[in-house]
């Protein structure tokens, strides 16, 4: 019987409460801004912001090396050379050392060394090796587009 009454409390309506305003300890609501209408941008305008010849663009590149091998040195003087070359004052290069912080390979999944991670532009890329190989250092940061 006791189970019995309390169902019929639970299925009872409840009472509406009317609001006066906010109380002493409470903030009012904000409205909603309103919204206004976004026209969609054309393809050309697209391609015209995300173009990387108008210099607007910043690469951040992030070299993951482990202590100073010849390896590591190869593969920071190769990526300046590129970024010299390529993109001329565009890019900022962060080199990351894993003896001393070996916690920070975890961040981007790094699983050989040395790795180049391409932060922005979006979306992000990982290049592996000391980057000799120019041709293939370029297509796959994305500045040159590959053979077919």
């Not at 009012?28 to 995300?50: N, Y």
């Amino acid at each position: 019987m006791k189970t019995a009454k309390r169902w019929r409390r639970a299925a009872r309506p409840m009472k509406a409460t009317v609001s006066r305003g906010p109380g002493k300890n409470e903030t009012p609501m904000k409205k909603a801004a309103t919204s206004q209408k976004k026209v969609p941008l054309s393809l050309h305008e697209i391609a015209r912001k995300s173009s990387p010849g108008e210099g607007e663009e910043k690469w951040d590149l992030r070299l993951y090396v482990a202590g100073q091998t010849p390896r590591s040195i190869a593969a920071f003087a190769n990526l300046k050379r590129l970024c010299e070359e390529h993109l001329a004052g565009r890019y900022n290069i962060e080199v990351v050392d894993l003896i001393k912080h070996p916690q920070l390979a975890a961040g981007d999944q790094i699983l050989a060394i040395p790795t180049l991670v391409r932060k922005l532009p979006q979306p992000i890329r990982k290049i592996v090796g000391d980057l000799r190989d120019t041709e293939r250092a370029l297509v796959g940061l994305q500045l040159r587009p590959g053979k077919e």
